[in-house]
């Protein structure tokens, strides 16, 4: 596996789908101060 962060083009797509598939997102997202999180994507090398 290859981790790497999402491109800024990437992330509100993977974004939308990492908020419906975690609940508690939008709660930590809230709780970081207005930081953006970063989303690690994998991929196979």
């Given at each position: 596996?290859?981790?790497r962060?999402?491109?800024?083009?990437?992330?509100?797509?993977?974004r939308?789908?990492f908020?419906?598939m975690?609940?508690d997102?939008?709660?930590?997202?809230?709780q970081?101060?207005?930081?953006?999180?970063p989303?690690?994507?994998?991929e196979?090398?």
């Open positions: 596996m290859r981790a962060v999402a491109t800024v083009a990437e992330y509100p797509a993977l939308r789908e908020v419906t975690t609940a997102y939008e709660f930590y997202r809230r970081a101060g207005g930081r953006t999180i989303l690690v994507v994998l196979p090398r």
